[in-house]
């Protein structure tokens, strides 16, 4: 099975940049499609993007869509959220998850895939 490690999580000002990544080991990231989640207090865990298997599909939920840039480098085995224009609202545990499959569209819920990272906080100051 795979592991994930996220890292690059911080404290930014609201309009401000942060990258993330996810190192994969254990198995080649190449057989897996990506996704990254996140969860705030209090709330669910919510689906933020998905990538697959290639990189040559994206899905992006609506609150991201123009302001966050998923990737990923299968020959370093990781993948990234370039998160730009962050808001308050953003501020959340941060999470990547993997699965064989591919999930986009309405419905990516975290019930889908099988292996998480242990998250990385982001927080976003107004």
């Known amino acids: 099975q795979v592991q994930l490690v996220e890292s690059g999580g911080g404290l930014v000002e609201a309009g401000g940049s942060l990258r993330l990544s996810c190192a994969a080991s254990?198995?080649?990231?190449?057989?897996?499609?990506m996704a990254w989640f996140r969860q705030a207090p209090g709330k669910e865990r919510e689906f933020v993007v998905s990538i697959n298997w290639s990189g040559g599909g994206t899905y992006y939920a609506d609150s991201v869509k123009g302001r966050f840039t998923i990737s990923r480098d299968n020959a370093k085995n990781t993948v990234y959220l370039q998160m730009n224009s962050l808001k308050p609202e953003d501020t959340a545990v941060y999470y990547c998850a993997a699965d064989p499959n591919y999930c986009s569209g309405y419905g990516c819920s975290h019930s889908f895939y099988d292996y998480w990272g242990q998250g990385t906080q982001v927080t976003v100051s107004s």
């Open positions: 254990g198995r080649t990231l190449s057989g897996y499609a």
